[in-house]
């Protein structure tokens, strides 16, 4: 939808005409960078043609630069387990219930976004590769590492904290979005699969 159309469906919401509301605004910004390059003269004879109507598309202007220039944080750097693994230990090492989470890596390997998918018992946490990779593909991620704690404090994978790993690193590598680490963490320490060598390598 062009620049035109787009404010011709903003004016209809108000309960405008859309053309002469559209003809209104050119006007004054006959081209679409001249938005981008108002003054703040320009803008207030603007607005003062119609205060509120005008007032509200300048506003919702600005907020649709904001958004499109904003990025998410840039938190870790994920080339160095340790770094993970302490953070890690920090956010859930403490916590009384199994939690997994996710860390959102972008192509540098700098984790863009930390976030809780599942929270469990004392003793297990039921985890859906489908709700994990739907996180990984909205961020448009280019790979993953997966976290949770042993409440326990038993630091060692159990099988099926292996199996499970497995399984997201396959299909991972299949999907072209790679799960490059699986942490557990307790209050006291944290354990990479990578490090200890636990993850199969894709063929």
């Not at 159309?5 to 108000?14: A, N």
């Not at 108002?38 to 907020?63: R, V």
């Not at 976004?113 to 593909?137: K, M, N």
């Amino acid at each position: 939808m062009s620049l035109n159309e787009q404010i011709k469906s903003f004016y209809t919401v108000l309960g405008q005409n859309e053309e002469d509301a559209l003809k209104a605004l050119r006007r004054h910004f006959p081209n679409d960078y001249d938005l981008n390059e108002m003054t703040h003269d320009a803008a207030e004879d603007f607005i003062a043609q119609s205060p509120i109507q005008n007032k509200a598309l300048l506003i919702g202007l600005e907020i649709g630069k904001r958004v499109a220039t904003a990025t998410r944080p840039k938190l870790l750097n994920a080339k160095f387990s340790e770094e993970i693994g302490y953070y890690a230990q920090r956010q859930l090492g403490h916590l009384p219930q199994e939690q997994l989470c996710i860390a959102l890596l972008d192509a540098q390997l700098i984790v863009i976004g930390w976030e809780t998918i599942f929270v469990g018992s004392l003793t297990h946490v039921q985890a859906s590769p489908r709700e994990i990779f739907q996180r990984v593909l909205r961020a448009n991620a280019l790979g993953f590492m997966i976290i949770h704690n042993h409440p326990s404090g038993n630091l060692k994978p159990s099988d099926a904290d292996v199996q499970f790993s497995h399984r997201l690193k396959l299909l991972g590598d299949q999907m072209a979005v790679p799960m490059i680490d699986s942490f557990i963490v307790t209050r006291d320490s944290y354990w990479s699969m990578s490090e200890n060598s636990q993850l199969k390598t894709s063929v």
